[in-house]
T-cell receptor
Framework: EAGVVQSPRYKIIEKKQPVAFWCNPI?????LYWYLQNLGQGPELLIR????????DSQLPKDRFSAERLKGVDSTLKIQPAELGDSAVYLC???????????FGQGTRLTVV | GENVEQHPSTLSVQEGDSAVIKCTYS??????FPWYKQELGKGPQLIID?????GEKKDQRIAVTLNKTAKHFSLHITETQPEDSAVYFC?????????????FGKGTKLSVIP
């Protein structure tokens, strides 16, 4: 069974440009998470979806970040415009429910120059 | 909100020795404590977890202990091997409150010297 798939693996963009990350969770997993991981730090939750509903987005900087999970399966995370400080690894994770273990994808490493 | 402290930040051990990583948490309502291993260029991978109704859990060379009174939990790796070298993260959450937000520690870089 395929794990959580993220793309692209790496992305380099100039500041003020838009960028989007894509995540395909494990089949049948209703809960999807986007985490931000800065260098040398643990992951920090940005947003959590239960099916297609965003139920916890308190840590998402809504002025420049947006996310969607149409049809409750794949999800995209967008930044517009990107800033230098957004350089980090963006991790997607999924779980069958909120009370079961979360499986992480390999992440997208974003570099803003 | 929850705060998780993890120590040490780096740990070097000789192959075959044991490694211990410790974490403390602040929210007494937290009831789920997973440990993740992250290798270079990969996402975190769950290696063991423990819930607050259990004091200890073991899986082959890996064990986790939980002290709810002191609000700390530890990861123990015995008979370390070079492939155990990675960054290890502890985390905590309160799954019973309808929120499964994992709060992670800052990680421990474990190096196993052959």
């Amino acid at each position: 069974e395929a794990g959580v798939v993220q793309s692209p693996r790496y992305k380099i963009i100039e500041k003020k440009q838009p960028v989007a990350f894509w995540c395909n969770p494990i089949s049948g997993h209703n809960t999807l998470y986007w985490y931000l991981q800065n260098l040398g730090q643990g992951p920090e939750l940005l947003i959590r979806y239960e099916n297609e509903e965003a139920v916890d987005d308190s840590q998402l900087p809504k002025d420049r970040f947006s996310a969607e999970r149409l049809k409750g399966v794949d999800s995209t995370l967008k930044i517009q415009p990107a800033e230098l400080g957004d350089s980090a690894v963006y991790l997607c994770a999924s779980s069958f429910s909120i009370n079961t273990e979360a499986f992480f994808g390999q992440g997208t490493r974003l570099t803003v120059v | 909100g929850e705060n998780v402290e993890q120590h040490p930040s780096t740990l070097s051990v000789q192959e075959g020795d044991s490694a211990v990583i410790k974490c403390t948490y602040s929210d007494s309502a937290s009831n789920y404590f997973p440990w993740y291993k992250q290798e270079l260029g990969k996402g975190p991978q769950l290696i063991i977890d423990i819930r607050s109704n259990v004091g200890e859990k073991k899986d082959q060379r890996i064990a986790v202990t939980l002290n709810k009174t002191a609000k700390h939990f530890s990861l123990h790796i015995t008979e370390t091997q070079p492939e155990d070298s990675a960054v290890y993260f502890c985390a905590a959450s309160n799954s019973g409150a309808g929120s499964y937000q994992l709060t992670f520690g800052k990680g421990t870089k474990l190096s196993v010297i052959p």
